[in-house]
């Protein structure tokens, strides 16, 4: 029988994102595979955390092309971002928490890449005189990963209706971020 990689990264996605402490066995058995199986594959923990970043970058990537953010206002660009990104929300908040543990010369490169094209679309929005200027595009970039993540937990525990996590994510940083027109 041939391990379908893809299969058992979705499944350990799936588990750590519900139990961010799994063991090794309990992301073997959620996957439906022996432990020394799970081993041959990813050498121990990080080595699975790492392919799980892999698979979190080219999902938020994907994400990021679907949303086409050089089309429209920045609060369209914002919705269809946040939409995109509803599938693999889970998986992004667990490996935000978990990227904490790759400081340094560990942090894969390809965050640096989102980050920088989420930041310039927030700096777009700004330089549009959409989105306050007050707010760094830094700022907003990460106040956006933390929403995603603590939404993607609050609707993962039945505390937030799936169906409303654009909405609540979008209307909470643009309530923040948009720019008040003087009367």
Known sequence: MTLDREQVLRSA?????RRSTATMDEVARAAGIGRATLHRHFAGRDALIRALEDLGIQEFEAALDAAALGEGTA???????VTAVEPS???LSFLVTES?????DQVNEGWSRLDARVSA??????ERGELRI??????????????????????QVGRVAAQDFTHMIVELLLGG?????EK
């Open 13 to 17: 996605a799936a588990l750590l994102t």
């Open 75 to 81: 609060e369209e660009g914002l919705r269809r971002l």
């Open 89 to 91: 929300a889970g998986l």
């Open 100 to 104: 904490q543990l790759f400081e340094g």
């Open 121 to 126: 679309f927030f700096r777009r929005g700004q």
């Open 134 to 155: 007050d707010l760094t595009p830094a700022w907003l970039t990460e106040a956006l990963y933390g929403l995603i993540s603590s939404c993607a937990w609050s609707v």
């Open 177 to 181: 971020a948009r720019r008040s027109v």
